[in-house]
C-alpha cells in the first residue's frame, strides 16, 4: 500500500466549476499536509499546507484535513484554463523534515 | 522563486558512465534535498542532507551518492549511470526551523538526465 494516495486522472472540470482533488495517507501520525503544483515540464511549487482539522482558504484555493479519516483535499473554485497542471499531494510525518509525495492528479479545465 | 539552482538542466550520457548533478542555492537553508520523479511514481526523495557534511538516504538511494562541502551546494552522484536512472531529478531546500510543521520545501527547475 502507497504510503499516499491519489488519484491519477485526469479530473476534466469545465471552466468556472469548482475542482475537488483528494489524497489518502497511511501514517496516522503525519503532521503537516502540503499541496503542490507542477505545469508540464516545469518544477512543483507550492500552493498551500495545512496542519489543523478542518478547512484553510486562500483565494480560490480552499485544503480540508480529516486526520480521523485520513483524507486531505484541495477545492479550487472558479477554475481556470490556466488551473490545469498536476497537483502533488505531499505529507510530512511525525518526526524529520521529509516529505512523502503522492504520484499526482492531473486536472484539465476546458475552456 | 527561491534561489535554486541545478546544473546541468539537461544532459544525455551513457550507461556505465559517472555523471555529477549540482544544486547551487542562494538562501542559505539548512535542508537540502534530491528527488527523482517518474511517470506513475510521483516524487521520490534519493538523499537529503541538513548540514555541510551531514546527509543521509531517502527512499531510493542504491546507486546515489552525494556530498556537500559547502552550504549552498548539494552535489549527486551516479558513479555508474544505468537506463533505470533516466529520470529527472529535482533539488529541494527548507529552512526547517525544529519543530516547525509548515516549514515547506521550495524545488529547483530540475535535470533531465538521460542514459542510453
Known amino acids: 500500500q502507497k504510503e499516499v494516495e491519489q488519484n491519477s486522472g485526469p479530473l476534466s472540470v469545465p471552466e468556472g466549476a469548482i475542482a475537488s482533488l483528494n489524497c489518502t495517507y497511511s501514517?496516522?501520525?503525519?503532521?503537516?499536509f502540503f499541496w503542490y503544483r507542477q505545469y508540464s515540464g516545469k518544477s512543483p511549487e507550492l500552493i498551500m499546507f495545512?496542519?489543523?482539522?478542518g478547512d484553510k482558504e486562500d483565494g480560490r484555493f480552499t485544503a480540508q484535513l480529516n486526520k480521523a479519516s485520513q483524507y486531505v483535499s484541495l477545492l479550487i473554485r472558479d477554475s481556470q484554463p490556466s488551473d490545469s497542471a498536476t497537483y502533488l499531494c505531499?505529507?510530512?510525518?511525525?518526526?524529520?523534515?521529509?516529505?512523502?509525495f503522492g504520484a499526482g492528479t492531473i486536472l484539465r479545465v476546458k475552456s | 522563486d527561491a534561489g535554486i539552482t541545478q546544473s546541468p538542466r539537461h544532459k544525455v550520457t551513457e550507461t556505465g558512465t559517472p555523471v555529477t548533478l549540482r544544486c547551487h542555492q542562494t538562501?542559505?537553508?539548512?535542508?537540502m534535498y534530491w528527488y527523482r520523479q517518474d511517470p506513475g511514481h510521483g516524487l521520490r526523495l534519493i538523499h537529503y542532507?541538513?548540514?555541510?557534511?551531514?546527509?543521509d538516504k531517502g527512499e531510493v538511494s542504491d546507486g546515489y551518492s552525494v556530498s556537500r562541502s559547502k552550504t549552498e551546494d548539494f552535489l549527486l552522484t551516479l558513479e555508474s549511470a544505468t537506463s533505470s536512472q533516466t529520470s529527472v531529478y529535482f533539488c529541494?531546500?527548507?529552512?526547517?526551523?525544529?519543530?516547525?510543521?509548515?516549514?515547506?520545501?521550495?524545488f529547483g527547475p530540475g535535470t533531465r538526465l538521460t542514459v542510453l
Open positions: 529541494a531546500i527548507s529552512e526547517s526551523f525544529q519543530l516547525a510543521r509548515t516549514d515547506t520545501q521550495y
Open positions: 542532507s541538513y548540514g555541510v557534511k551531514d546527509t
Open positions: 495545512i496542519y489543523s482539522n
Open positions: 505531499a505529507v510530512k510525518g511525525e518526526y524529520g523534515n521529509k516529505l512523502v
Open positions: 538562501e542559505n537553508h539548512r535542508y
Open positions: 501514517d496516522r501520525g503525519s503532521q503537516s
